[in-house]
């Protein structure tokens, strides 16, 4: 499992790095994980699918996050919060 994790994880830093947006790091981190388990292919397949349910859940948990994303309304990582 740990290999697909760094991956993602890296993955997750360079996205946080280039928009500066903490929350669309975590979610291409949750969705790129079980993809990743599935691209390398040699993990238990109750692991990968368990890692979709946690991609699902913490989807479903962002949709506020999301919502500013496509509004454009989302803090960058470094800005004050609008009041």
Avoid: C, D, W
Avoid at 6 to 11: E, F, H, N, P, R
Avoid at 25 to 43: A, D, E, M, R
Avoid at 46 to 56: D, E, K, N, Q
């Amino acid at each position: 499992m740990f290999p697909y994790v760094l991956i993602s994880g890296v993955l997750a830093i360079l996205v946080i790095a280039l928009t500066r947006f903490v929350s669309l790091g975590s979610l291409v981190f949750i969705i790129l994980t079980p993809i990743i388990g599935l691209i390398i292919g040699h993990y238990p397949n109750g692991v990968v699918f368990a890692a979709f349910l946690i991609a699902l859940l913490a989807i479903f948990q962002h949709r506020g996050n999301i919502s500013r994303l496509l509004h454009g309304e989302e803090n960058k990582l470094g800005h004050k919060k609008e009041a």
